[in-house]
């Protein structure tokens, strides 16, 4: 016979922003009515009579934060990770290197 089981899920929190966040500074957000989505996952032990008996839950916190201290009218707010989508934004475009080559 094999030991209890372990479950393994990924999930989704979402609701809509519309109140006030006030950040470690002090700074307060408010919110414009945009739906927020915060994935993880979940690693849970169960007994053989499949009663939780432990969960691992992981998630980045930085995914929840970033949409609530974004600007108003910011379409991207850079991470201290250095998202690639975000940089890739940020490149000149074929505009600026014909500014610059006259």
């Known amino acids: 016979l094999s030991g209890p089981p372990t479950v393994?899920?990924?999930?989704?929190?979402?609701?809509?922003f519309s109140g006030v966040f006030t950040d470690s500074s002090g700074v307060k957000h408010h919110g414009?009515?945009?739906?927020?989505?915060?994935?993880?996952?979940?690693?849970a032990k169960v007994s053989d009579s499949l009663i939780i008996?432990?969960?691992?839950?992981?998630?980045?916190?930085?995914?929840l934060l970033r949409p609530l201290v974004k600007a108003?009218?910011?379409?991207?707010v850079p991470s201290?990770?250095?998202?690639?989508?975000?940089?890739a934004r940020k490149e000149p475009g074929p505009?600026?290197?014909?500014?610059?080559e006259a």
Not at 32 to 43: D, Q
Not at 53 to 63: F, G, K
Not at 80 to 87: F, I, K, L, Q
């Open 80 to 87: 201290d990770e250095g998202d690639v989508r975000t940089a």
């Open 8 to 16: 393994t899920f990924k999930w989704r929190h979402f609701g809509k």
């Open 32 to 43: 414009n009515g945009e739906i927020l989505n915060l994935f993880g996952l979940c690693i």
């Open 72 to 76: 108003a009218g910011d379409s991207d």
């Open 95 to 100: 505009e600026a290197a014909a500014k610059q």
């Open 53 to 63: 008996e432990s969960l691992e839950v992981y998630y980045s916190p930085e995914d």
